[in-house]
C-alpha cells in the first residue's frame, strides 16, 4: 500500500498539492483501505468500479487481490501518474478513464457504461464528496448490475441513507437506499485518517441491492418514484390528502396503512413506493 511519503511523491510528479476544489482528501490508514476492500468481498476476477482513484491507494489493493479495476478519475495529473506507474504494472486488469463521472446530476458518464458493458459489477471508492450523493443515486436507481457499494463519504451522508422514518434526516435518498436495498456503517473515520484532514467528519458505507426489488419493477420506475417523492418531501409537514391532490387531480387508491392524514416522512420506504405507484397509476388512468 502506498505511505503518505509515496503520495507525497506521487502528488510532486503530477506537479500540483491536493486540490480542495475536487474533494482530494487521501485516506492514509492502511488497515481502513483494507477494511473497506474487505467488507466488499470482492473476489479475484471480480469486476470493481472505482471513482477518483487518486495516486491510487485503494487501487492497489483492489489490483493486489486480482479484481479487475475500471477507475475514473478527473484530474488529468494523476490520470497521467497512473498510466505510468499502475496501468503499466496491471495492464489487463486495469483501465483508466479520464473525466467526470457524472453525465449530470442524475446520469453516470456515458464513459462508464461503456467500459462496464452490462457486466455485474460493485463500486467501491474512496468518492469525491461532492459526487457521492448523485452518483450512488444514479447506480441504484438506473443500473442493476451495480450489485453493492462499499464508500468512503460524508458521515452525514451515510445518515441520511441508513435515516428511518420520522427522523429530521429521513428523506427521498433513504427511501430509495432503503427499497433497493440494504444500508449500514462499516467504521467511522476520524479526520487524521486523511491527508490533508477533511473539515467534515467521514464513515465508510455499505449498500447492497436487494435482488426482488429490481428485478420485480419496470427498469425505469425508480428514477420515476424518486421524482414523486422528491415532490411529496417538498410538503414533508402537510398532510398526504394535500399533497396528494397537488400532483394528482383524479382520486387514488390508498395502499394499506397509509391514508390522507399521515404525513410523508412518517412511512416506511415500501408504502411510500406503494404510495407513489397509486399517484402513478391514477395520473395514468
Excluded at 492497489?60 to 497512473?82: K, M, N, P, T
Excluded at 451495480?146 to 463519504?153: A, F, K, L, N, V
Excluded at 433497493?180 to 441491492?209: D, H, N, Y
Amino acid at each position: 500500500m502506498q505511505t503518505l511519503s509515496e503520495i507525497r511523491e506521487l502528488l510532486a510528479m503530477a506537479g500540483h498539492e491536493p486540490k480542495k476544489a475536487l474533494g482530494q482528501n487521501f485516506l492514509i490508514d492502511h488497515n481502513l483501505i483494507a477494511k473497506l476492500v474487505d467488507a466488499s468481498g470482492v473476489e479475484p476476477g471480480d469486476l470493481v468500479l472505482e471513482i477518483g482513484p487518486g495516486t491510487g491507494a485503494l487501487t492497489v489493493e483492489l489490483l493486489e487481490r486480482g479484481c479487475r479495476v475500471i477507475a475514473c478519475e478527473l484530474d488529468r495529473d494523476f490520470v497521467r501518474i497512473l498510466n505510468q506507474t499502475l496501468a503499466e504494472q496491471y495492464p489487463e486488469h486495469l483501465q483508466l478513464i479520464e473525466g467526470d463521472c457524472l453525465a449530470n446530476k442524475r446520469s453516470v458518464h456515458e464513459h462508464i457504461i461503456q467500459a462496464i458493458a452490462d457486466r455485474p459489477f460493485k463500486l467501491v471508492a474512496n468518492l469525491p464528496y461532492h459526487a457521492a450523493t448523485p452518483v450512488m443515486l444514479a447506480l441504484m436507481t438506473q443500473h442493476p448490475n451495480c450489485s453493492g457499494m462499499y464508500t468512503t463519504i460524508q458521515h452525514e451522508v451515510v445518515e441520511r441513507f441508513a435515516a428511518s422514518p420520522g427522523s429530521k434526516t429521513f428523506g427521498t435518498i433513504s427511501i430509495i437506499a432503503q427499497c433497493l436495498g440494504q444500508v449500514s456503517t462499516i467504521a467511522k473515520l476520524a479526520p487524521g485518517c486523511f491527508w490533508p484532514q477533511p473539515s467534515v467528519g467521514s464513515a465508510m458505507m455499505r449498500w447492497e441491492r436487494c435482488e426482488e426489488s429490481t428485478s420485480s419493477e419496470a427498469p425505469d420506475w425508480w428514477a420515476t418514484m424518486a421524482d414523486m417523492t422528491q415532490s411529496l418531501f417538498q410538503r414533508r409537514r402537510k398532510k398526504l390528502a394535500g399533497s396528494v391532490k397537488a400532483m394528482t387531480k383524479a382520486p387514488i387508491d390508498w395502499p394499506d396503512g397509509v391514508s390522507g392524514d399521515d404525513r410523508i416522512d412518517a412511512l416506511t420506504p415500501a408504502q411510500v413506493n406503494a404510495l407513489c405507484k397509486a399517484i402513478f397509476a391514477a395520473t395514468s388512468e
